[in-house]
């Protein structure tokens, strides 16, 4: 069974580019979130997808972040315009239940240097 | 707000050395769970915890939730050289949809 895939798995964009990041869940997890690791600093939440939908965006940090999810499958996450504080490495993890005792599964990460 | 502390964030020891991690918080969390991570990985599932006062043991490893929920441990004896890796602790509350809230990790070097 194929695990979490992320593409890229780097990127490096200048300040007001914009940037797509891939994440492909292992396939039958409904449940697929998204945590950022800026440099010095603890693993934090982006947002939860429970299939197409999103159950909880309270981590995005701004409106420069839109992530996707169509027809319940990989899931992208895009960054327009980029800032220099965007830069980071961005993980994708999904799992098939939802519970506080449920395993997730992550990705291998896409760090991402805005210049 | 950092709301797991983990300590120490970086920790260098001798071969067959002991340690201890430590994940604290002010809060309660429905589970506690270890993650290793390795350069250019993701973070990979130890082991889950979710009874206050709750020991799980993985080999060399052993992994406590406090009575109160509030704070967990790593333990690891004799420590090898292959136990060097990047250790996260994370909590999940009911009813957050699985969401985890990390600690900053403990970078650990086992020198032979």
Avoid at chain 1, 89 to 115: D, K, M
Avoid at chain 2, 79 to 97: E, H, K, S, V, W
């Amino acid at each position: 069974e194929a695990g979490v895939t992320q593409f890229p798995s780097h990127s490096v964009i200048e300040k007001g580019q914009t940037v797509t990041l891939r994440c492909d869940p292992i396939s039958g997890h409904d449940n697929l979130y998204w945590y950022r690791r800026v440099m010095g600093k603890e693993i934090k939440f982006l947002l939860h997808f429970v299939k197409e939908s999103k159950q909880d965006e309270s981590g995005m940090p701004n409106n420069r972040f839109l992530a996707e999810r169509t027809g319940g499958t990989y899931s992208t996450l895009k960054v327009q315009p980029a800032e220099l504080e965007d830069s980071g490495v961005y993980f994708c993890a999904s799992s098939r239940l939802q519970g506080s005792n449920t395993e997730a599964f992550f990705g291998q990460g896409t760090r991402l240097t805005v210049v | 707000t950092q709301l797991l502390e983990q300590s120490p964030q970086f920790l260098s020891i001798q071969e067959g050395e002991n340690l201890t991690v430590y994940c604290n918080s002010s809060s309660v969390f429905s589970s506690l769970q270890w993650y290793r991570q390795e350069p250019g990985e993701g973070p990979v599932l130890l082991v889950t915890v979710v009874t206050g006062g709750e020991v799980k043991k993985l080999k060399r490893l052993t992994f406590q939730f406090g009575d109160a929920r509030k704070d967990s441990s790593l333990h690891i004896t004799a420590a090898q050289p292959g136990d060097t890796g990047l250790y996260l602790c994370a909590g999940a509350r009911n009813n957050q949809g699985g969401k985890l809230i990390f600690g900053q990790g403990t970078e650990l070097s086992v020198k032979p």
